[in-house]
Every structure is written in C-alpha cells, then in structure tokens.
C-alpha cells in the first residue's frame, strides 16, 4: 500500500495550494484519512482529518481557511489551503487508516510528505 502526495510548493501569504494523497494497492476499505504537518524544529501536528462518511474535523490554526475533503471511489483526499499564511510553512503528510486486502488486516500508513512554503 502507498500513500502518494502531491501538489506542495512556494506561494505567497494570501495564496492558495491544493494538496492530494492518493492511496493505492492492495486495498480493501479506506477508513479515516487526515492530513499533518511538521515544521522544522517543531512536532508533528494534526491539521485536518475526515472519516469515511465525510464527517470533518480541523486544528484551530487552519479553521475557516483549510477545507479537507475525499473522492471514496478515487482513495483520494485533497486538502484546499486558503489565505495561506507564513506560519503554515511545513512539511505535510497524508495519513490513512485502512483495510488490506490480502491479507484482510487493518492498517495505518504515511505518505512521504510534501513541502509547502508560504514566503513573500
């Protein structure tokens, strides 16, 4: 099973970025997914995170501006960043916890993280 991000980069505060985590192999179910953040010298922090059936939850630094959402029939969950400020420069990282096919086991796994920079 791989977790594959993508859509990091630079932009200026005020901008927008859109990350999507795409989950693939030997799947059976993708259960609750979520997005987390580190920034240098700083732990790694829960930024959003969204189950199944579509119920949201965010870290109080990005309510309002960050918007989680997942296509179920893709195994994809996107992360729509808003109003980005320079704070919010970090290395994010897809989580999902899901179901294996063969074996039929649950399991949590990681993407590999990608780098988005707010900077003027």
């Known amino acids: 099973v791989q977790l594959v991000e993508s859509g990091g980069g630079l932009v200026q505060p005020g901008g927008s970025l859109r990350l999507s985590c795409a989950a693939s192999?030997?799947?059976?179910?993708?259960?609750?997914m979520g997005w987390y953040r580190q920034a240098p010298g700083k732990q790694r922090e829960l930024v959003a995170a969204?189950?199944?059936?579509?119920?949201?939850s965010y870290a109080d630094s990005v309510k309002g501006r960050f918007t989680i959402s997942r296509d179920n029939a893709k195994n994809t969950v996107y992360l729509q960043m808003n109003s980005l400020k320079p704070e919010d420069t970090a290395v994010y990282y897809c989580?999902?916890?899901?179901?294996?096919?063969?074996?039929?086991?649950?399991?949590?796994?990681w993407g590999q993280g990608t780098q988005v920079t707010v900077s003027s």
């Open positions: 989580n999902a916890d899901l179901t294996t096919r063969v074996p039929l086991r649950p399991m949590n796994a």
């Open positions: 192999g030997s799947i059976f179910t993708v259960n609750a």
């Open positions: 969204i189950s199944s059936g579509g119920s949201t």
